[in-house]
């Protein structure tokens, strides 16, 4: 896994920029702790940083071969079928490594060849025969990918970061951006909140040439008729999950597993264990300090249980090796880890003290193990969320865990902004219409009943929204650690079969997962089969409250010292610090505040310049 950058530009002779390239590179030493390297010619520079997992000798970039020169971020789990199909054509390998196949694949077939990976990857080929650049991001988005169009070509990074350190670039905040950051939702038209930085979507390429920049998308989900009984299914089911973890155990470098305890990472470790029959298999779990004592099931409706017990319940049955990573308040609070936080998203983007306690939990994970198996993914693939299950969230006209929040009456993450800047960014309006987009993307199967319908509509929009941010979440928190982070229910096989499996067969009596649960067999205890959903956990220490409320008197104080001041609705802010607004604490209640303090240490980090938004 590593970060790329580069730069595309038929008026300049880039060979005279190496510094801005290197420097473009340079940002991505995070991703990429173990090595780097640039490749300039007149039009087309490339850069690289690597963390080193496959063949760490080999694998070295930006790597040519023949005509195509190439920077790559990623795994391609079936690079072993692949490269034996290209040596029987009559290719040769110097390496091991995924990448040297990737660039094989390219001479081979061309831009389509992007069809028979199965990974997760971000990459940039550039052609020196044909004077042109190709731009890929994997099917379902687990790697990123982000561009800049300029007036003779382009450029590029796996982080914003890597395109603002190119001085061509401007740091002004886009409004459909801004729109996006305050419902927390992915910009499907690909507007970051830089203005002009665009991210690639999932199951995308663009090919950047003299003649512009053509856009593609090369895969999306179909509609299509389920022929199997039930039997099959779940036994489908079992022999792709056994399939993927065994190709996603792949690494020469150690590997570990994320571990909560729930069916979803329990499987994973369950078969991390029956296929790996040499070492011992580690296992990670994070545990806040003081939760078990606060715990309280009813309190968002999203953790009905504990971790612990059931941790302990499969490091048992599968004998693994397992460490709990402790968090407190002291460690979620710690300027430089929040510091840390932010430049690993670049972005304002964050899901409360969810993705800070994440990082730390990376953090005590890169300390024994290079490679990471997560279970992210499992919940839209299967229907685990508590909204596909509640009709009434699902009669309202928004996207469903919105509805869910709604009707549990947690105010959005932007009822700290002022209306007039909720107004002038047209929010309700674009809500209303990236739901209706998001509709009309969905594919129809012809015959299926109302019921089937919306639930085929919800799963599409949990896989292409919802879990979009989960999945930046997962990538930026460890990258920023060099640690790779493999996600085994995100494999497009999957996620294919599992969406035209009708609704009655992955849930029985309301039990969501229960597909999977049957496809689980004997690996796991029935205590962890039947486990209800609980989610990624979070603080219940009022204090990392109280420090939010801190931060924000800070900025209420601080008057116009504090560039995200003219935005905010100072009554309800006030509230918040008083301690007498009706939302309270709490995991979803405090996005609002989140969203605030973050989006002030952007806008100050990054310089950005906000006049479009005043």
């Given amino acids: 896994m590593c970060g790329i950058a580069g730069w595309v530009d038929f008026g300049n002779d880039l060979r005279t920029h190496r510094a801005t390239v290197e420097a473009m590179a340079e940002t991505m030493s995070l991703r990429g702790p173990d090595d780097g390297d640039v490749w300039i010619s007149p039009h087309a520079a490339l850069g690289h940083r690597r963390l080193a997992v496959i063949d760490p000798v080999g694998g070295a970039q930006p790597m040519r071969r023949g005509a195509a020169v190439l920077t790559y971020s990623g795994e391609v789990y079936n690079f072993r079928e692949l490269r034996a199909e290209l040596a029987s054509k009559g290719y040769e390998f110097t390496t091991s490594s995924d990448t040297e196949v990737v660039a094989h694949a390219y001479r081979e077939w061309g831009a389509d060849f992007v069809t028979r990976l199965n990974g997760m990857f971000g990459f940039a080929i550039w052609d020196t025969e044909k ?13 990123p990918v982000y561009y800049h169009p300029t007036a003779q070509g382009i450029v590029f990074g ?18 459909d951006g801004f729109t996006s950051f305050l419902m927390l939702q992915a910009n499907m038209a690909g507007d970051t909140l830089f203005d002009g930085i665009q991210e690639l979507q999932p199951g995308e390429y663009l090919k950047v040439g003299r003649n512009g920049i053509d856009k593609r998308r090369y895969w999306r989900l179909e509609a299509r008729k389920h022929e199997d009984d039930l039997d099959t299914t779940v036994a489908t089911v079992r022999s792709l999950m ?58 968002d409706g999203l953790r009905s249980t504990e971790d612990g017990p059931y941790i ?11 460490k709990d990573v402790a968090v407190d308040t002291q460690g979620l609070s710690d300027p430089e880890v929040r510091r840390n936080v932010l430049a690993a998203w670049d972005l304002p983007n964050h899901l409360g003290d969810m993705d800070v306690s994440l990082y730390l939990l990376f953090r005590a994970v890169r300390e024994h193990c290079t490679v990471a198996i997560s279970g992210e993914g499992a919940d839209e693939v299967f229907g685990g969320y508590p909204w596909v299950h509640d009709p009434k969230a699902l009669e309202i006209p928004i996207y469903p865990w919105m509805a869910f929040q709604v009707l549990r009456g947690t105010p959005g993450p932007f009822s700290l902004f002022s209306e007039d800047v909720i107004n002038r960014t047209g ?13 009309a993307e969905v594919p129809r199967l012809e015959g299926e009943s109302p019921e ?7 799963n599409y929009l949990d896989l292409t929204r919802f879990m979009r941010a989960l999945l930046d979440r997962k990538d930026r928190m460890s990258m920023a650690l060099g640690l790779e982070v493999r ?45 209800p959903k ?20 800070h900025i209420m104080d601080n008057g116009d010292n504090e560039p995200i001041r003219p935005f905010i609705n100072a009554t309800a802010a006030q509230e918040v610090i008083d301690g007498t607004d009706a939302a309270g604490g709490g995991t979803w209640n405090r996005l609002r505040t989140e969203s605030l303090l973050r989006a002030n240490s952007w806008i100050k980090k990054y310089e950005v310049d906000m006049s479009p938004l005043l």
């Fill in 158 to 175: 796996s982080e914003p970061k890597t395109i603002l350190a190119n001085p061509a670039v401007r740091r002004v905040v886009n409004p």
């Fill in 534 to 553: 609980s989610a990624f956990p979070s603080t219940l220490d009022t204090g990392y409250d109280a420090m939010l409320r801190a931060g924000l008197k």
């Fill in 131 to 143: 004077e042109e650049l190709l731009l890929v991001r994997d099917r379902v988005g687990v790697k």
């Fill in 312 to 322: 302990q319940q499969v490091v048992d049955y599968v004998d693994c090796l397992h």
């Fill in 452 to 458: 089937q319908a919306r639930m085929r509509e919800v």
């Fill in 242 to 299: 056994e399939d993927i973890v065994e190709r996603q155990l792949v690494s020469d470098v150690p590997l570990g597993m994320l571990l909560s305890g729930g069916i979803d990472s329990s499987l994973l470790t369950a078969l991390a264990a029956k296929a790996n029959t040499g070492d011992v298999l580690h296992t990670f779990a994070i545990d806040f300090v003081g939760n078990s004592e606060a715990f309280d099931a009813s309190a």
């Fill in 427 to 439: 929010m309700w309006d674009r809500l209303g219409g990236m739901y209706a987009e998001g509709l």
């Fill in 487 to 531: 996600v085994p229910f995100c494999d497009h096989r999957l996620i294919e079969y599992m969406f035209n499996v009708p609704w009655e067969m992955k849930t029985r009596d309301g039990v969501g997962k229960w597909l999977l649960r049957e496809a689980a067999g004997d690996l796991l205890p029935q205590s962890v089969l039947q486990r």
